[in-house]
């Protein structure tokens, strides 16, 4: 079902046609009796799957090795 509200009543009923058209509702918006605009709530959007192991391989063996001692002093110095 469709509504129809002219601009004059959209700006002081905001919050309640918000809440319609997250709710489904489509609010059509007229100015001067004509339609001007449409609020139709978002498609809900996926988040993406995360995927373990999906960065395997990137890390060298290097990363595993131990700090050198000046590196190990500065970042217990600061």
């Known amino acids: ?45 996926e988040k993406p799957k995360r995927m373990p192991g999906r960065l395997a391989g990137h890390i060298d063996e290097a990363f595993f090795e131990p700090l050198p001692e000046a590196e190990l002093d500065a970042w217990e110095k600061s």
């Not at 004059?8 to 339609?35: C, M, N, V, W, Y």
């Open 1 to 45: 079902m469709t509504i129809t509200v002219n601009v004059h009543e959209a700006k002081t009923q905001f919050s309640r046609l918000l809440e319609q058209a997250h709710a489904g509702q489509e609010i059509i918006l007229s100015k001067a009796g004509k339609p001007y605009a449409r609020m139709v709530p978002l498609a809900q959007q």
